[in-house]
């Protein structure tokens, strides 16, 4: 097919010949092998999930709205915050930012026409594809799935229950799915985990390999070294959960005790493999966030970004901290005083770089010339959210005080303003930014506009009562509570509901304008200076009609300083 | 985007349509060494979880230990030795674009790959027949796990996992033989062999850190 | 502002309130700094008319970077610093302190004191005197749970196979809650207990008075046996077999094991059989069905159960097949109405040992709905829950049994008159 006409309009708009309809056949999208593609089959995929996990929040939050309720069972309860977490994690976020604008702005912001192993590219595409399908399966419990076809299920439907985390002994022991439950949903997270090294793998050769000429380290967009900074977090922490959950699974087939203290292992062990992959995994959900903030604020301010280098190197950190800190969430679980405050002052190693990032963002809108695009509320946004996130994390790493907060609702609203607040708004607002180069279009404002400060109120109205709740010490993973912390459950029950009515509607004007949309866009309108934006919208097969040569930084808004008298 | 069912020239390089190919050698390399690192990490928390125990239950480990043969092992880390020192040959005799040495040595190498699970097999069933395995009736036995704690388990878990790591390395070189019989490699163009071998010798390397760990020190 | 924390109630909690609040507060003092100027920034240098104006290319400072990291360090330090501090008192144990042992299993806590006094079970109360510095040593019977004390401040994972320890001075007479914060599974909600605080003077009083003091062993046997639900598989009655053998004469009962060898049923059989029960089964009877006992009875529990089973030599009048008796005071039970009559029963003949009316599975399945509901059996077929399958399920429970469950079930066939088995039936109708 080398024989496609690229030729943009005068605007730099490609009506013909672009990533999305050189070939319009089904074949063509599920082998592709364009990073663009990819990135879109990512998309689809993800946003499913996130629609599904976001349900099974509802009801649970419904169920909440009252204590001693009886809306669902027990073990129903269980069961949804288990696919909740599972989905929102393993599914959803994981892949998140990297799999869906990593896959399609990688290569374009560096000057590529795709990522190193575009092949690998799809493959981890379909492995991922296939985790999920084993993910669902254990979910719904595949013995009970099996009695039901054959039209014999009544009796009890006993689903997975042991929680995203898989905490042993329990999840040695627990009877949901006849056993298989466990052992199928931790496979599947094995190979949702396999999926994840092989796009970070790809991701940190294609920016060491393929850079177009002129872009150097210090050139490259804050996004990329987001992805970079994830890319290794992925491809070293993902295999020691890997193993981790083999270990689970082995441990329930043979018996072989490595977890069972009747044989004489450690269920602490446990806790220390999985929270060595899943505190780690939290930067891969919130650094690429941290890339899409400072892509966006820039250019909406017209301004360089503040510090380029204190912020690239806050990435770096982070993501070299990231891998000691695991153990701050087991400072219950029966550690030495000596260790328990190691990893106490080690956690403090994140929250700097993190401030860092903070300051830079607020200053780079010093001076600028700011218009405030859906996107660019997102990105504020999140700057506010990410500072509830952070000081609230300091009553986490504080040993003193973390003690009374463990595994209260406390700690469920700070991730919850980590990953929603930070990762997740990252992630919509990264989707309103380069919408434009991704499908072409423009998509209504006003509609973003209005769902966003819908999901924001409703964002809020959820997670600030749950800290109140923590702080008056309710524990979480509870089915049921004491009727003094009704009200405030019942605000974060009225909060979700915005919450997901904002996102639906966030998400269906997107979906509407890619597909329906009739307003066309320009290759840059925005005027950044991204390499990203330089080639048509959307970008053709290969990207660049010539491929770039690199002479400027990303960030050369404004007038040099020494100017300013003329100014 | 070329197509490539075009007739390659015998010994040239694929020519991916997004990049050169002396840069897909070095990113084939590099993702390869990322690779390994993956590798490594994979078996590094069942070695964290081994030397912790090790740790804690001395004497048990130490008695369980001499459970195994370390003939049996001596002889298995002999055999994965010159099976690396064949694949580092045939990775020299694509260099030169020997086809035929290749596929005879990663041959050698393929060989040596199962006589290990030969011996490994006869050293399970060994277990398997005194019943230390799971599933048999000493294994759940109270007394078992109080004599020895948890050595069987993670022996189990280690040795198994490198097993598995054998036959994918033995798949691989496989496949690379099919190639280079069909002439495939070149001094221009070896990059399979590098890797296949790359990934075979830090198969050997594993085992060199389990066959003391297991066997010797215990 | 945002003070949200429960009353104060140990010596740590104020020391862990000041520093909750300072971080809070500089919490607050931050984020509203930084928004602030966030928002004061994006007012001040809005785009205007849709045109943008020029702006300057700032790329950075040194003196700012320098400052702003900094600062956070310095605060970040002296958090830390601070938070390891209030950790270490929280951690120290005085050398005066009281050991109470703590037990967590599927769904309750146990506390057991020094003097050997136990309280136990869901809703269960620590009582503990005021001022004096108390020290839990815990261990979990099944998976992790965690001991969390919100007016204490304290919380503490409790680990199967291990010992772990939370220690605190309460320091006002009071009652107080205490919440599971470790997932655990179906009923993790309700793994609830209180702490009461009482006065020195009625602490003596608490914990000096036994219950089962001046019982002799049999009848402190007697007790056990119903308490720890014994009466549920072993009989009195002499040839009644329930899911055990029957204790009627069974001291000195001599026979053939599982595995083919002999037995003699002495007080080491006896004592062996209650710590582990899988080891030598009497042959015919099916393994892994009872409990292990071991870590739950002290040597005067075990002696006292030994002592009873000695009991049952037939020299007492026969007892009847399932020996309890509907509560302690005599009431009468034409009385009640029917359901709660079954209600009764339904406590006094142990099925509360094994079926549970809040829709949880235990050994056998809930009552909550089940009458009238549809029902698999292992077999393959499916009946309809009426009268006549309870009815027959507790006459004969190995006839028809719930798929999914074990044959478990003793008959009660001889046991309950016809009535009370209808008492019963009215009971579970009410349970929806």
Request: charge should be neutral; charged fraction near 15%.
């Amino acid at each position: 097919m080398g024989g496609h006409q690229v030729v943009p309009d005068a605007n730099g708009h490609l009506k013909e010949n672009n990533y999305l309809n050189c070939d319009k056949s089904i074949k063509s999208w599920l082998l592709t092998l364009d990073h663009k593609r990819i990135a879109i089959l990512y998309l689809v995929s993800i946003l499913s999930f996130f629609f599904v996990g976001g349900i099974s929040a509802l009801i649970m939050r419904s169920h909440l709205a009252m204590p001693q309720a009886q809306v669902i069972s027990p073990d129903l309860y269980n069961a949804l915050f288990t696919l909740h977490g599972v989905l929102m994690i393993f599914l959803f976020i994981v892949p998140g930012i990297p799999a869906t604008m990593g896959n399609f702005l990688l290569p374009l912001m560096i000057g590529a026409k795709d990522v190193a192993f575009p092949r690998l590219n799809l493959f981890s595409y379909y492995i991922y594809v296939v985790g999920a399908l084993i993910g669902f399966v254990a979910i719904i419990n595949p013995v009970w799935l099996i009695d039901y076809l054959q039209g014999m299920a009544q009796g009890v439907w006993n689903p997975l229950d042991t929680g995203w985390t898989f905490y042993t002994p329990y999840s040695t022991s627990t009877g949901a799915g006849e056993g298989w439950g466990v052992i199928l949903m931790t496979f599947a997270a094995f190979v949702l985990g396999f999926s994840s090294i092989l796009t970070g793998l790809n991701f940190i050769v294609t920016i060491h390999k393929l850079r177009a000429p002129g872009m150097n380290w210090m050139r490259l967009p804050v996004l990329v070294w987001g992805l970079y900074a994830t890319s290794v977090i992925q491809t070293l922490a993902t295999p020691v959960v890997g193993i981790t959950l083999i270990l689970l699974i082995v441990e329930r087939v043979l018996g072989i005790g490595i977890f069972d203290p009747a044989k004489g292992g450690d269920p602490v062990l446990y806790q220390h493999f999985f929270w060595f992959y899943s505190h780690p995994v939290v930067y891969i959900m919130v650094l690429p966030a941290f890339g899409v903030v400072g892509e966006i604020i820039p250019v909406m301010s017209r301004k360089p970004i503040f510090g380029y280098k204190a912020v690239v190197f806050a990435s770096i950190g982070i993501a070299a901290v990231a891998f000691i800190v695991w153990a701050h969430h087991m400072f219950t679980s029966g550690m030495s005083a000596f260790s328990a405050a190691i990893f106490s002052a080690l956690t403090f190693g994140v929250a700097v770089p993190t401030a860092v990032k903070v300051f830079n963002w607020v200053s780079t809108m010093y001076k600028g010339s700011i218009r405030f695009d859906s996107a660019m509320l997102y990105a504020m946004a999140f700057v506010f959210l990410f500072m509830i996130a952070g000081t609230t994390g300091v009553y986490l790493a504080v040993l003193g005080v973390d003690i009374y907060y463990h595994d209260t609702y406390f700690v469920v609203a700070h991730f919850h303003y980590t990953i929603q607040g930070g990762a997740v708004i990252g992630l919509i607002a990264a989707l309103h930014f380069w919408f434009p180069k991704m499908f072409g279009k423009f998509y209504n404002e006003g509609w973003a506009k209005f769902s966003f400060w819908l999901l924001f109120f409703g964002f809020n109205l959820t997670f600030l009562p749950q800290f109140v709740l923590g702080m008056e010490g309710m524990p979480r993973r509870y089915y049921d509570y004491l009727p003094e912390f009704s009200s405030m459950h019942q605000l974060s029950t009225v909060g979700a509901f915005f919450n997901g009515l904002g996102y639906t509607l966030a998400l269906l004007n997107l979906t509407t304008s890619a597909i329906w949309g009739k307003r066309l866009a320009p290759s840059n309108p925005y005027n950044s200076l991204g390499l990203e934006w330089q080639c048509p919208s959307p970008p053709p097969h290969d990207n660049f009609i010539t491929p770039p040569v690199v002479t400027s930084g990303s960030y050369d808004y404004g007038y040099p300083i020494e100017e300013r008298s003329k100014a | 985007m070329g197509s490539h069912s075009e007739i390659i020239e015998a010994g040239a390089p694929p020519e991916p349509h997004h990049m050169d190919s002396t840069t897909a050698y070095h990113a084939a390399k590099l993702g390869m060494w990322l690779f390994l690192a993956t590798e490594i990490l994979l078996f590094a928390a069942l070695f964290a979880a081994f030397a912790l125990y090790h740790w804690w239950y001395f004497d048990e480990f130490h008695h369980a230990s001499e459970k195994l043969d370390w003939r049996l092992g001596a002889l298995n880390t002999a055999v994965l030795l010159f099976s690396s020192y064949t694949a580092a040959v045939a990775v020299y005799a694509a260099q030169i674009g020997d086809n035929k040495r290749i596929v005879k040595n990663f041959g050698i190498s393929v060989a040596c790959g199962l006589i290990f699970l030969i011996i490994k097999a006869v050293e399970y069933s060994g277990k398997y027949a005194k019943g230390y395995f799971p599933g048999t009736d000493l294994w759940s036995d109270p007394n078992f796990a109080q004599s020895y704690k948890n050595y069987f388990g993670i022996y189990y878990c280690l040795t198994g996992l490198h097993a598995l790591h054998v036959i994918i390395g033995m798949s691989v070189m496989i496949w690379v033989i099919t190639k280079a019989r069909k002439n495939r490699f070149s001094g221009r163009y070896y990059t399979p062999v590098e890797l296949g071998a790359l990934y075979w010798h830090l198969v050997d390397l594993i085992w060199i850190y389990l066959f003391p760990l297991l066997y010797l020190i215990g | 502002m945002f003070r949200f924390l429960p009353e104060q109630a140990s010596t740590i909690a104020p020391e862990v309130d000041f520093l909750n609040n300072l971080i809070t507060d500089l919490s607050v003092f931050f984020t509203v700094a930084i928004v602030g100027s966030m928002l004061y920034f994006a007012w001040k240098y809005r785009r205007r008319n849709g045109v943008d104006h020029p702006t300057p290319r700032i790329e950075g400072s040194h003196t700012l970077e320098i400052i702003w990291t900094a600062v956070p360090t310095a605060v970040c330090i002296f958090l830390g610093w601070a938070g390891i501090v209030v950790y270490n008192d929280m951690k120290h144990v005085p050398e005066n302190a009281m050991t109470i042992n703590v037990t967590g299993w599927k769904w309750a806590w146990e506390f057991q004191y020094q003097n050997g006094k136990k309280s136990g079970g869901q809703g269960a109360e620590l009582v503990v005197p005021v001022n004096q510095p108390i020290k839990l040593v815990m261990t979990s019977r099944d998976v992790l749970h965690s001991f969390f004390i919100p007016a204490m401040r304290v919380k503490q994972d409790v680990v199967p196979g291990k010992y772990s320890y939370v220690s605190f001075t309460p320091v006002k007479t009071g009652l107080y809650d205490v919440y599971c914060t470790e997932y655990c599974g179906t009923r993790h909600s309700y793994m609830l207990a209180k702490v009461r605080v009482v006065s020195a003077e009625e602490f003596e009083a608490w914990i000096s008075h036994d219950p089962t003091e001046g019982l002799a062993p049999s009848d402190l046997g007697k007790q056990l046996y119903t308490s720890l639900g014994c009466n549920a598989c072993h009989s009195l009655a002499d040839g009644v077999r329930l899911v055990g053998p029957s204790f009627y004469k069974s001291f000195g009962r001599e026979g053939k094991l599982s595995d083919g060898s002999n037995y003699s049923a002495d007080e080491n059989y006896i004592r062996e059989s209650i710590l582990n029960p899988n080891i030598k089964l009497v042959d015919g009877y099916a393994a892994n069905l009872m409990p292990s006992f071991d870590g739950r009875l002290d040597e005067s529990q075990l002696n006292a159960l030994i002592a009873f089973i000695k009991a049952q030599d037939g020299s007492a009048p026969p007892a009847p097949a399932v020996n309890i008796s509907l509560g302690d005071e005599e009431e009468d039970l034409s009385k009640l109405s029917p359901k709660e009559r079954g209600e009764k029963l339904y406590s006094a003949k142990a099925c509360i040992g094994c079926h549970t009316l809040d829709g949880s599975n235990l050994v056998g399945p809930t009552f909550k709905g089940s009458y009238g509901s549809k029902r698999e059996l292992q077999d393959g077929s499916s009946v309809t829950v009426d009268d006549a399958y309870i009815t027959e399920s507790i006459l004969q429970p190995m006839t028809k049994v719930a798929k999914g469950f074990a044959p478990a079930m003793p008959p009660y066939e001889g046991q309950l008159s016809e009535s009370e088995v209808k008492d019963l039936i009215e009971f579970i109708k009410t349970v929806k």
